[in-house]
């Protein structure tokens, strides 16, 4: 039964146990994906950038995002009615070229402009900065919806500003609710930035995702949780011991709370699982989490739970708050029609 | 940074990292799916069991699934217009009590009865069989539809038989459409047979699900893969080393076709994740096996990507092949208004 020994193919910068020899795993996937959606979406491979099939009639503006691989289904699942017109997704953890952007962003735009809904990451500032550039010269209004949400890496003294991470799932289908409605470029550049503003997320892992020189965990946690982790393995600042569940949760969402700016008590929350936590984990938390905002006196206007936004293999989940203004429910709540967002989102409660 | 040792907290037979203390995990993860899907879905605790919100006006016969907890979605990321009526969710990777298949079926059950589509394990097989025979004592007419797809487990000389796994989905959805044009008790119950009897799945590994004695992997594989793992780990007869992907998914479908039933060249496949495994290889593998199928003179009447039969968090993933009748396809390109199944089926190749 035993072999030779096994050797880790190396893959861009990381390690698949499957995927084609000698390729870079993202172009097969997007093929894919492509070929199981095919209703949805249409693929363009050079550069890679995947094309929605249908948007409302009344869109006057397409809604264009992208970043690295490795998070999926973010952001190709979303696309579709009612969420997104177009991505750029790139190399694993490698923000897209400017040029993959760009071409997506053609094939987006609508007669009132396009708009880029960027992670806040240097990278992909950059390569949508330069892409918006073309666009502009092109005679494409741009407008740009940066979501930076995360709050681990609030506060922190560096140029970037808080990561972007779990709530882009709710700016993407707030957007694009928004956008079906035929609604301006600064209307819905306002709208987008309102809610990522409005929305701050907290993740934590048990185990590091797979990691490209060793095959084993990018890092060890030797049982603690890494508290404030990032989608691309970003270390937090501390790691803890692992608390009981119920006191993790409520101490996220004790922080979550504090740090969102004020606004109304309605709220979406988000359990979004990092990528190897079963759905059986990630139910328990949301319930645990629900009963956690009904306790902080703040309602559910919604509850999103499932592997949106993960970081690959990773073990762990994260929580994201969205302060939701009254007239933003109607667009969370509309129906989206794609890979990934579950059918509905309306809930009784 | 550094706290007191780790402990593997203990639930049921599992450890899972987030869990509420002291509780089995599957009371806490029903009520968080419940709530999560409060459009789709009603709770009953006592037993526990999950009942749809809506069925088709036309359906006359009641599906009823469930087992043991672990593999979610299923089953009741199915529960909806289009495929299952009711639910019975047992403990992790252990069969429901009857009494709680019982009150799914009652819940289920319309004018002209209810099918219990069951994989096929000893304890399910048992606990179905007994909550059939109050059911009929009751007046109420029960099929069943035995899911027995894995070839890994074909031939094997056990009283059992063939393992019932991924193709269970396929089941679901083909039977829930079928059931929503008004067939009957027999018809439905003959054309689920027929489907599963159409079907093989096989599942490969390359770290097992985590063990509830030692947090770690419940086996070790040491680089290699176990070439016919069950979806509780059940250790396949042979560990093979890990050869390029190409070759194994050429290896699986060469075994999937020859261990086929005679039948139509057009075929649904259905890459399932075994739980870690990112969906950036599972469309990998989807490309590779749909130009797989083609090569072997094949056709795809469908293609399903996912996460949609796991082993808790285990890495590896499973293929599956239907032989689709051709009366069968609208069934499977049916909408179904579920938690987990996707949005459409269909596909322009």
């Not at 995947?50 to 006057?60: I, N, S, Y």
């Not at 902080?296 to 999103?304: C, I, K, M, P």
Request: aromatic share 4%; charged share 20%; proline share 7%.
């Amino acid at each position: 039964m035993t072999g030779p020994p096994p050797r880790a193919r190396m893959i861009g910068s990381m390690p698949f146990p499957f995927h084609p020899a000698g390729d870079d795993p993202v172009p097969a996937a997007v093929r894919g994906f492509s070929r199981a959606h095919a209703d949805l979406v249409e693929l363009h491979e050079d550069p890679i950038h995947v094309v929605a099939r249908h948007r409302a009639p009344g869109r006057r503006v397409g809604l264009v995002s992208g970043g690295g691989s490795g998070h999926e289904p973010l952001h190709a699942g979303f696309l579709g009615r009612g969420m997104l017109d177009a991505v750029a997704p790139g190399p694993v953890f490698t923000s897209p070229h400017n040029k993959a952007v760009l071409h997506a962003s053609r094939a987006a735009a609508g007669p009132a402009g396009v708009i880029h809904v960027v992670k806040n990451y240097t990278g992909d500032r950059i390569n949508f900065g330069i892409a918006a550039e073309r666009l502009r010269m092109e005679g494409v209004d741009v407008g740009r919806v940066l979501v930076d949400d995360d709050l681990a890496t609030d506060g922190l003294d560096t140029a970037t500003g808080r990561r972007g991470t779990g709530a882009t799932v709710v700016v993407e289908k707030i957007l694009g609710a928004a956008a079906d409605t035929g609604a301006g470029l600064d209307e819905l550049t306002a709208l987008g930035t309102d809610v990522a503003a409005a929305s701050r997320s907290l993740a934590v892992a048990s185990r590091a995702q797979t990691s490209a020189r060793t095959g084993e965990p990018a890092f060890a946690l030797d049982g603690e949780l890494d508290y404030g982790v990032g989608i691309h393995g970003e270390r937090a600042r501390a790691s803890i011991p692992r608390p009981p569940t119920e006191e993790l949760v409520a101490r996220m969402l004790d922080e979550l709370v504090a740090g969102l700016p004020d606004g109304p008590d309605d709220c979406v929350l988000v359990v979004n699982g990092m990528g190897a936590t079963t759905l059986l984990e990630l139910y328990v938390l949301a319930e645990l989490a629900s009963a956690g905002l009904t306790e902080r006196g703040l309602t559910r206007a919604g509850l999103l739970v499932g592997t949106f936004v993960p970081a690959l293999d990773m073990a762990g989940f994260s929580l994201t708050l969205t302060r939701m203004q009254p007239s933003w429910k109607d667009h969370w709540a509309a129906p989206a029609e794609t890979a990934a967002f579950p059918r509905r989102t309306e809930e009784t409660r």
